[in-house]
């Protein structure tokens, strides 16, 4: 078919079916705008319900904890807490000296015997004075105190060995002076006491 319309008409044509596929999309895009500002709209308002409902559960969390006195219960925790750990360290330097003593008789040879123990506070030994019938039998009251088997002491060291030709008793001529240290898993310490 043969188009015999002048060309001012079909640029008109022209310019109509442009026009009309401009007014579609125009249309679609405010469509889509207002389905945008919907969406947009929608996903706010959850927003903000889920905020204030998150900042209720909030309040009302805080003010059972208040309400419960989570603090003053922390700080009565934290208090026994700092009690036990002193009474753990007091406990952890009492010595049981009934117990110490029957071992410390044990170990010690026949030849010797104990004159004097006395406690030395700042360093958590002890000073043993024994009196021997000789040299011999004086350092073995050493070695006997810091053998491990024994579990006395961790370490034993000897301060002095006196012999003396005119000692105040004759049988048990030579006094040894021994300083001795206590072990961390001694038993006769309370702390390490499986009976106390």
Known sequence: MI???????????????????????IVACIFGLVGLGFIATYGLATLQHSTTTYHDKVVATQTALTSQ??????????????NLKLVVKVLSKEVLF??????????TP???????????QTTGAIDI????????????????????KNQIFSKADI????????????????VAHIRALFGSTNPYLFINNKDS
Request: proline share 6%; glycine share 2%.
């Open 3 to 25: 188009n015999l319309l002048p060309p001012e008409v079909k640029q008109d044509y022209a310019y109509a079916l442009r026009n009309t596929v401009l007014r579609r999309w």
């Open 69 to 82: 006195k989570i603090n003053q219960t922390e700080a009565q925790v934290k208090d026994i807490t700092g």
């Open 98 to 107: 009934s117990k110490l003593l029957k071992q410390i008789a044990t170990v």
């Open 110 to 120: 026949s030849k010797a015997i104990l004159n004097n123990l006395q406690i030395n």
């Open 129 to 148: 004075t024994a009196a021997a019938t000789d040299y011999a039998t004086a350092t073995q009251v050493q070695v006997n105190l810091q053998d491990p």
């Open 159 to 174: 301060v002095s060995i006196s012999c003396l030709t005119n000692a105040p008793d004759p049988n048990y001529p030579c």
